[in-house]
């Protein structure tokens, strides 16, 4: 089942603008991770928070994370045409446990 | 260095049959895991070995479904008596230690088409 559920499930933005996904979760957690998909394939890691960091920053990604409500957002600034893709949140449980990921998030960025 | 590879990418096969996929993790990760997404689940984990042993196989999703990992490296998943069901993308990923602050590499995937 899922842990993580992203919103909106479909974005679209205008190049330059910024983006933000949101992901909510129901368990206790010991990370929290967001991927990107291109073209339905393979995924690559963006960035990681652990559970008691508040704010993490990675170029022009910026991840929050609210345990309190078990939520986490993904902020793109100064998106570009090249960020279209979709978005994935995914929280381990416990230091060595698999990755529940959520159902995603489609980003389209228009040039 | 080289990422993941899957192989094959594509495979199509007759309802009943069984198959084989095959994962070559990065050299030197001793964690493999395999995914399955499909348009109806998402993604969903299935299996994860620590060098050659599996200590989770909770998301094997029946008793056809297995895999293996040799000498800590090359895996393969197998599907005996596959079923329309089983139609979906299965990405394998490796990563350094199965501790899960370790990023998880993934490779390009295998879509299976059960006609």
């Known amino acids: 089942s899922q842990q993580g559920e992203e919103d909106p499930q479909a974005l679209s933005i205008q190049e330059g603008e910024n983006a933000t996904m949101n992901c909510s979760y129901k368990?206790?957690?010991?990370?929290l991770q967001w991927y990107r998909q291109n073209s339905g394939r393979g995924l690559v890691h963006l960035i990681l928070?652990?559970?008691?960091?508040r704010e993490k920053h990675s170029g022009r990604l910026r991840v929050t994370l609210d345990t309190s409500k078990k939520s986490s957002s993904l902020l793109i600034t100064a998106s570009r045409a090249a960020d279209t893709a979709s978005y994935f949140c995914?929280?381990?449980?416990?230091?060595?446990?698999?990755?529940?990921f959520g159902k995603g998030i489609t980003l389209s960025v228009r040039p | 260095g080289a990422g993941v590879s899957q192989s094959p990418s594509n495979k199509v096969t007759e309802k009943g049959k069984d198959v084989e996929l095959r994962c070559d993790p990065i050299?030197?990760?001793?964690?493999l895991y395999w995914y399955r997404q499909s348009l109806g689940q998402g993604l969903e984990f299935l299996i994860y070995?620590?060098?050659?042993?599996?200590?989770?196989k909770s998301g094997l999703p029946s008793d056809r479904f297995s895999a293996e990992r040799t000498g800590g490296s090359v895996s393969t998943l197998t599907i005996q008596r596959t079923q329309q069901e089983d139609s979906a993308v299965y990405l394998c990923?490796?990563?350094?230690?199965?501790?899960?602050?370790?990023?998880?590499?993934f490779g390009p995937g295998t879509r299976l088409t059960v006609l």
């Open positions: 990923a490796s990563s350094y230690s199965s501790y899960s602050y370790n990023e998880q590499f």
């Open positions: 368990t206790s957690i010991n990370n």
């Open positions: 928070i652990r559970s008691n960091e």
């Open positions: 995914a929280t381990a449980r416990g230091a060595n446990s698999k990755l529940t």
């Open positions: 050299s030197g990760h001793t964690a």
């Open positions: 070995f620590q060098g050659n042993s599996a200590p989770d």
